[in-house]
């Protein structure tokens, strides 16, 4: 393992360049046809979305944009902005790859070598399951088992040229080969979804983009990870982003609005995926943040954890030192949101070029659950979001969890018995 040469979290520099000037998601009812209201008012249609939702997404002109606004087959038209960066991190890559292979604390305090279900014994036996990284892509990497690639920047690529979803992957599934490292479900097969751009930035098109292909790989992927934040509470009354809007009407009828990305991530979990994500990286209530406020996704705080056990005994993490074994991660967020805990602190994981990384963060946190959600769904394939979501909470390890700053007793991830 390398050590790493930072105690501070920082966000990497992500250009301020917002999306491209005047596009638009249009999001329409069930059954609508996409060419049909698009053609209406002769959009160009740059993306479209058949799947998670039914939307287009379009540069408009105020024109077009008003003749949509009136169609009452259009449930909403929202500003293609930016809508995340890429997360804090303190990491820092290993030169070279270990020869043999380390199971990482996280791993170990979470019970992931007690699982029947991932026999982490050093003697590679694959986890039947799949595993969807909405991040930076997932480079193609001797610890780990890619099946699927996908670009939603609009770039053409589909490698991971900032490492960030590497290291993600390599916590929820590397291999069970002798080398490097292993995650929770060794060997599940992981399908990398790059929405960061070169800038670091996400765009609502590409977030977009990406539940859209998962829904339309829903029979095929059990679990997806969400390491990433927005600014913004789940608007009250709405129902897997759908809601009615007062004091306008079409026709004496209210219609609906909707936060698209709500909506599609309702469909996929109704579809079977289980989507994780982390809490976030900024000591605040993680209501304030989506997708962590999303009720249809399990959020996930950080803890530290330096021996792989419980009890509190072990050193101050070599690589964060300012933090205590067994306690609530200083820099996570909190609150009601959060459905479960897991170690977050100096996890060692895959890294583009066949590297190892230590890295912190909830970023590190959440695939851990995942890995855990795939195990689930290895046993039983049919089992459902609230399914995987039951069984979780059935196995955690309770709480409270000592400098919890809400005292909300959210549980340690547990896999032992999975």
């Not at 913004?232 to 809601?243: D, L």
Request: proline letters at 7%; one cysteine or more; glycine letters at 10%.
């Amino acid at each position: 393992m390398v050590l790493a040469l930072s105690a501070t979290i920082e966000r990497p520099t992500a250009s301020a360049a917002p999306a491209p000037p005047g596009t638009w998601i249009v999001t329409l009812q069930d059954g609508v046809p996409v060419d049909s209201v698009a053609g209406a008012v002769r959009a160009p249609i740059r993306q479209r979305f058949t799947a998670a939702v039914t939307a287009f997404s379009a540069a408009l002109t105020p024109d077009q944009l008003s003749r949509l606004d009136a169609d009452p087959r259009v449930r909403s038209v929202t500003e293609n902005a930016v809508v995340a960066q890429l997360p804090r991190t303190v990491r820092r890559a290993s030169p070279v790859a270990p020869s043999t292979q380390f199971v990482p604390e996280g791993v170990r305090r979470v019970g992931g070598t007690l699982s029947p279900t991932a026999r982490i014994d050093g003697v590679e036996q694959r986890i039947d399951a799949d595993i969807a990284v909405i991040d930076t892509g997932v480079d193609m990497h001797p610890d780990l088992r890619v099946v699927a690639q996908q670009d939603c920047t609009g770039e053409g690529i589909t490698a991971d040229t900032a490492g960030h979803g590497t290291e993600v992957a390599g916590v929820a599934a590397a291999r069970d080969n002798r080398i490097g490292t292993v995650g929770v479900a060794p060997g599940a097969g992981l399908w990398g979804v790059r929405i960061f751009d070169a800038f670091g930035n996400v765009t609502l098109e590409s977030l977009l983009c990406s539940l859209d292909y998962v829904r339309k790989n829903a029979d095929r992927i059990d679990a997806v990870t969400l390491a990433f934040e927005n600014e913004g509470a789940r608007a009250s009354g709405t129902v897997c982003g759908i809601t009615t809007r007062t004091g306008r009407e079409r026709g004496g009828t209210k219609y609906q609005v909707v936060d698209p990305v709500d909506l599609a991530i309702c469909r996929g979990t109704a579809a079977g995926l289980t989507f994780v994500a982390s809490a976030g990286n900024d000591s605040a209530d993680a209501a304030s943040f989506v997708p962590a406020a999303y009720p249809e996704v399990i959020t996930v705080s950080a803890t530290s954890d330096t021996d792989g056990l419980p009890g509190g005994r072990g050193a101050p993490p070599f690589c964060f030192p300012t933090e205590d074994d067994d306690t609530f991660a200083s820099f996570s967020n909190f609150g009601r949101v959060v459905d479960l805990a897991a170690p977050g602190v100096c996890a060692y994981t895959t890294y583009p070029g066949g590297l190892y990384t230590t890295d912190v963060g909830t970023s590190f946190s959440a695939p851990l659950v995942a890995g855990a959600a795939a195990l689930i769904r290895a046993r039983d394939p049919r089992a459902s979001f609230v399914t995987v979501y039951t069984r979780l909470q059935q196995l955690k390890e309770r709480g409270p969890i000592l400098n919890d700053p809400d005292g909300i007793p959210e549980g340690l991830l547990n896999a032992a018995k999975l």
